[in-house]
T-cell receptor
Framework: NAGVTQTPKFRILKIGQSMTLQCTQD?????MYWYRQDPGMGLKLIYY???????DKGEVPNGYNVSRSTTEDFPLRLELAAPSQTSVYFC???????????FGEGSRLTVL | EDKVVQSPLSLVVHEGDTVTLNCSYE??????LLWYKQEKKAPTFLFML????IEKKSGRLSSILDKKELSSILNITATQTGDSAIYLC??????????FGTGTSLTVIP
């Protein structure tokens, strides 16, 4: 059982480049989330989705975009990467109606 | 503005000590409070507390939710070096958003 899978695990970008962080889950969870974690700052919610075709902004959405065309996949798109987007990104999913968040292993992104 | 505050920010104890970690929150339409342990990688789930389940216990770890005081504590008894980690508190609302605190960094010295 793979759970929540994120790719890539590590990436270095130059300022102004774009990229997509992939997230897929095989638990048939309706809810999916993207968080970023900076040192000493806890996790901040970027975007979340309560089902295919539905996405909503979280606390820190600027500079990011998401889509949810299937239940399984929730990619996070960075357009025009900036040094402030250097962070560790976590994708999480959750079953509808309650329960805990299940996290992927994280993607470490560095923008130089 | 919804917020979750954890204290202390960091803690250093000796093996065998008992520790208490605190989490307070101001979140509209509270639904649940979750505790996670984070070592090098992804957070791992410890407990979920709700209005219908305000106390949880698993081995040396236990947690209580105080809805009146809008807070929760996580207790770890007889600490071991393997308990060294960052402990995260998250609060979920009825809109299915989860807000995290900054975490408490626990170091257990042999």
């Amino acid at each position: 059982n793979a759970g929540v899978t994120q790719t890539p695990k590590f990436r270095i970008l130059k300022i102004g480049q774009s990229m997509t962080l992939q997230c897929t889950q095989d638990m048939n969870h309706n809810y999916m989330y993207w968080y970023r974690q900076d040192p000493g700052m806890g996790l901040k919610l970027i975007y979340y989705s309560v089902g295919a075709g539905i996405t909503d902004k979280g606390e820190v959405p600027n500079g990011y975009n998401v889509s949810r065309s299937t239940t399984e996949d929730f990619p996070l798109r960075l357009e025009l990467a900036a040094p402030s987007q250097t962070s560790v990104y976590f994708c999480a999913s959750r079953v509808a109606g309650g329960g805990e968040l299940f996290f992927g292993e994280g993607s470490r992104l560095t923008v130089l | 503005e919804d917020k979750v505050v954890q204290s202390p920010l960091s803690l250093v104890v000796h093996e065998g000590d008992t520790v208490t970690l605190n989490c307070s929150y101001e979140v509209t339409n509270f639904r649940s409070l979750l505790w996670y342990k984070q070592e090098k990688k992804a957070p791992t789930f410890l407990f979920m507390l709700t209005s219908s389940g305000i106390e949880k216990k698993s081995g040396r770890l236990s947690s209580i939710l105080d809805k009146k005081e809008l807070s929760s504590i996580l207790n770890i008894t007889a600490t071991q070096t393997g308990d060294s980690a960052i402990y995260l508190c998250a609060v979920g609302n009825t809109g299915n958003q989860f807000y995290f605190g900054t975490g408490t960094s626990l170091t257990v010295i042999p």
